[in-house]
């Protein structure tokens, strides 16, 4: 795989002298990506589902058949499983919501992972002081792991709902989702996986993981910015309320009940962004005609050599875990004596993008403080 | 690239390092907590008057260089003025880092304090620069609210 090749295709590195190192806040697109969206407007914009003419069949059967290509990049077991968000935010408050709400009494647990983005994390702030239920965390090992003695002494009886971030954004751990979905299922708890900041970089199987819910936004893996994915096991959607009212949701409307569509409808209500939706699968073809293979292999060479580099600099701190196999593409770093806001200002009067942040989460986070 | 030399100057830096000014005042009278949740800067303000001038100030808490900086210097600045004064310059300063006031002239009431002229370039360290201006504009407001209510 030729990476000059490949950087020909994302038009901004064309335009723009940077050297963009924030891929997990958001990717740069290819012009695959931005071509079909343009294409899309220019020969099939309609409102889906909404039209009896042509056109808007058309918008139709883009956006459907997009599912159904989600759905197989997934391997979920059904097309109806893959719901259409905003962003992993929105996937995660409609599991909250249309579950946790919904589902968790006084005393239940709630299990996440101290390495959670905030998106993980909120959300069942509020479910556990909604339904009075409780939210424990799974903390970090100094190898900045999760141990399995820590999965199984969190995870109880008690626990309801598991919510793991597959990829940390912030100390590029791979978790051990497997595990801890088997471990919450032995305790009668549904299991949440955030692939964010996976599903760019490793192949995501749904039904192997055995996850319950999955979410994901399509911004972070080439696509455009305003969409975002919901798996969810078809038996525990179809027993869940809707998350948003309105119209496209809907089987019949009477003044004072309506009863609603079925899966994927009931969940995507409203006029939806069928370019973001388009510009996900066209994401998704760019993705597979690299392959994953040549993709890891690629990251391989380029995160041990940024590593193997960094290391050399006695005045900078790396935060990762000794295991290489644990490890996916994101380094964090703290430079001595210099707070992160001025380092990501110096670099960037070199074109170099990086992400700054304080201290994210006060217990894992605590040791970026410099 | 020039733009950050200018503002990662050597006045700015030393500032920030281990600034005079960082420290806890014997008896203030106002104390203020000023907080910045996207970078996780937070310093907390302290001031003693005497009748109707800054008689002394300082602050404590933690941030990038260019937080820091910004409020040590403004204290050099605001120390010894009026209330009236003070306001009139931190109008000044908060303008000149949102490029409404670009004339020299005009700046020059703000003494050292016009070192980060340039940050009105950064837009990404805007918030940094005006922290503590913020901060101090509360308390001065709020001192202000008291001498309405007859305080
Ligand atoms: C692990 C992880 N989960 C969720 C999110 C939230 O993504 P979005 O802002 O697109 O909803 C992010 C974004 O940084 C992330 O890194």
Redesign the pocket.
């Given at each position: 795989m030729n990476v000059e090749e490949i950087k020909k295709d994302f038009p901004i590195l064309q335009n723009r002298n940077i050297a963009y190192l924030d891929s997990?806040?958001?990717t740069q697109k290819p012009l695959q990506v931005i071509k079909a969206v343009e294409e899309f407007y220019e020969n099939y914009n309609a409102n889906p589902h909404r039209g009896a003419y042509s056109l808007s069949m058309e918008a139709t059967e883009k956006y459907e058949d997009t599912r159904t290509k989600i759905a197989n990049f997934i391997n979920a077991k059904h097309r109806e499983e893959i719901i259409f968000s905003?962003?992993?935010?929105?996937?995660?408050n409609l599991i909250a919501y249309s579950y946790g709400v919904d589902k968790l009494e006084k005393d239940d647990e709630i299990v996440i992972s101290i390495m959670?983005?905030?998106?993980?994390l909120v959300p069942w702030q509020k479910v556990a002081k909604q339904t009075k239920s409780k939210l424990n965390y799974m903390y970090i090992n100094d190898e900045f792991e999760i141990s399995d003695e820590e999965i199984e002494s969190k995870i109880t009886d008690k626990t309801k709902i598991v919510g793991i971030?597959?990829?940390?954004?912030v100390l590029g751990t791979i978790n051990n989702v497997k595990k801890i979905i088997k471990y919450a299922h032995k305790k009668g708890a549904v299991a949440i996986v955030?692939a964010?900041?996976s599903i760019p970089h490793m192949k995501i199987d749904v039904q192997d993981l055995d996850c319950d819910f999955l979410?994901?936004?399509g911004?972070?893996m080439l696509a455009p910015?305003g969409i975002?994915v919901l798996y969810g096991k078809k038996e525990i959607l179809n027993k869940m309320t809707p998350f948003l009212m309105g119209g496209d949701m809907i089987e019949y409307v009477y003044e004072q009940e309506t009863t609603f569509a079925p899966l994927p409808n009931k969940f995507e209500a409203g006029t939806q962004n069928v370019e973001g939706v388009i510009g996900l699968g066209a994401a998704i073809d760019y993705i597979e005609s690299l392959g994953y293979d040549n993709i890891q292999k690629l990251e391989e060479k380029v995160v041990s050599y940024a590593i193997n580099e960094l290391s050399k600099l006695d005045y900078l701190t790396l935060y990762l875990t000794p295991n290489k196999e644990n490890h996916s593409g994101v380094i964090s770093f703290n430079i001595k004596g210099v707070h992160p806001h001025d380092v990501a200002s110096i670099l960037d009067s070199e074109g170099v993008c990086v992400r700054s942040r304080k201290p994210l989460c006060a217990t894992t986070y605590e040791i970026f403080r410099y | 690239m020039d733009d950050l030399t200018d503002v990662y100057n050597e006045l700015i830096m030393e500032h920030s390092m281990n600034s005079y000014n960082k420290k806890k005042l014997e008896k203030a009278d106002y104390s203020e907590i000023g907080h910045n949740p996207n970078c996780g800067d937070e310093i907390t303000l302290e001031l003693k008057l005497n009748g109707d001038i800054i008689e002394d100030m300082a602050f404590s808490g933690h941030g990038c260089a260019i937080s820091q900086a910004s409020t040590s210097i403004m204290i050099d600045t605001l120390k010894g003025k009026t209330m009236e004064e003070a306001k009139e310059i931190i109008k000044t300063f908060i303008a000149m880092i949102k490029r409404e006031i670009t004339d020299e002239e005009e700046l020059q009431k703000l003494e050292d304090a016009i070192a980060f002229k340039n940050v009105s370039h950064m837009p990404a360290r805007v918030k940094c620069a005006l922290l503590a201006w913020h901060t101090i504009e509360d308390i001065l407001n709020q001192k202000e609210k008291e001498k309405e209510n007859g305080k």
């Open positions: 997990g806040a958001t905003k962003n992993a935010t929105e996937s995660l959670e983005h905030h998106s993980n971030t597959h990829v940390s954004n955030d964010s900041q979410v994901f936004s911004h972070k910015l975002g | -």
